[in-house]
């Protein structure tokens, strides 16, 4: 009985090396500071934790998306990545009159990074299957599968 390990730290995990996930992550640590200011200003109380809700859910998704082994799968939840990126961005507008406009500048940059990357990725993978110990493979280049019925 074979048993999967998981990995001994998070560079060991190959997720670790999909950069728009990386990046991320990298979102979502500076976000946090974001939230905590924006907590604290009455009429942006609310949009802190929708803030932070959305930028967690970027990352969230992606990770669930690339655990997932056919390419349809995988696309359709980083479509939903996508969408938590445009939401993000849409807070972030929303909070600059108390983060300011250079600080939501660079987060917008590095939003807008993430939505290139998943605008490219997306697409590809619809194409793509994923199965556990063969090479992926894209499904139109696999040749089509025909029954044959064996009368007795």
Same mark, same amino acid.
């Given at each position: ?7 001994? @730290? ?8 999909? %950069? ?8 979502? !640590? ?6 905590? !200011?924006? !907590?604290?200003?009455? =009429?942006? /109380?609310?949009?802190?934790? /929708? ?5 967690? #859910? &970027? ?8 655990? $997932? #082994?056919?390419? %349809?799968? $995988?696309? $359709? &939840? ?6 938590? =990126? ?12 108390? *983060?300011?406009?250079? *600080? =939501?500048?660079?987060?917008?940059? %590095? *939003?807008? /990074?993430?939505? $290139? ?19 992926? !493979?894209?499904?139109?280049? /696999? ?7 064996? @009368?007795?």
């Amino acid at each position: 009985m074979s048993h999967i390990v998981p990995p001994r @730290s998070e560079h060991d995990d190959p997720l670790s090396r999909m %950069k728009a996930y990386t990046f991320a992550r990298e979102l979502l !640590k500076d976000c946090w500071p974001d939230a905590e !200011k924006t !907590k604290h200003h009455e =009429v942006t /109380q609310k949009v802190s934790a /929708q803030l932070y809700a959305a930028v967690g #859910s &970027i990352a969230a998704n992606i990770a669930e998306g690339y655990s $997932r #082994s056919s390419g %349809k799968d $995988r696309a $359709r &939840i980083f479509e939903y990545a996508l969408g938590s =990126v445009r939401e993000s961005m849409t807070w972030y507008y929303a909070a600059e009159p108390v *983060l300011g406009e250079s *600080l =939501v500048s660079d987060r917008l940059d %590095k *939003l807008e /990074q993430i939505r $290139r990357m998943l605008l490219a990725i997306i697409p590809r993978e619809r194409n793509h299957l994923v199965r556990p110990g063969a090479s992926a !493979k894209t499904e139109s280049s /696999q040749a089509p599968r025909h029954r044959v019925r064996i @009368s007795h």
